[in-house]
């Protein structure tokens, strides 16, 4: 079993800055994808940003929204991601998952992984 933990959440105002984190526990073998998503009030979820490839360079990837303004970075000895906001919009507000492709085992397939969310909200 896999458990995915977010936090860092919180109230700011527009132009302000945030950072997620999001720490990834249990049997862990290795992990494919690893990224956050956001889920705004009556809208569908949506990739924020993610690492397509969690062991190797230069696999991010960024929704079009976000590019300039959201940094992901990790820390693949403790199976962790990051997610820097700056320039906060109260679009930007919403729900925010960390998701992760898990196997536990060598060989085993990846199963997919949801943290169970934190709020952000942008408003002045």
């Known amino acids: 079993q896999v458990q995915l933990v977010e936090s860092g959440g919180g109230l700011v105002q527009p132009g302000g800055s945030l950072r997620l984190s999001c720490a990834a526990s249990g049997i862990i073998f290795s992990i494919n994808f690893m990224g956050w998503y956001r889920q705004a009030p009556g809208k569908e979820r949506e990739l924020v940003a993610g690492f397509t490839s969690f062991t190797s360079i230069n696999t991010t990837n960024y929704a079009d929204s976000v590019k300039g303004r959201f940094t992901i970075s990790r820390d693949n000895a403790k199976n962790m991601v990051y997610l820097q906001m700056n320039s906060l919009k109260p679009e930007d507000r919403g729900l925010y998952y960390c998701?992760?492709?898990?196997?536990?085992?060598?060989?085993?397939?990846?199963?997919?992984?949801w943290g169970q969310g934190t709020q952000v909200t942008v408003s002045s």
């Open positions: 998701n992760a492709e898990v196997a536990s085992f060598r060989g085993g397939p990846h199963r997919n992984y």
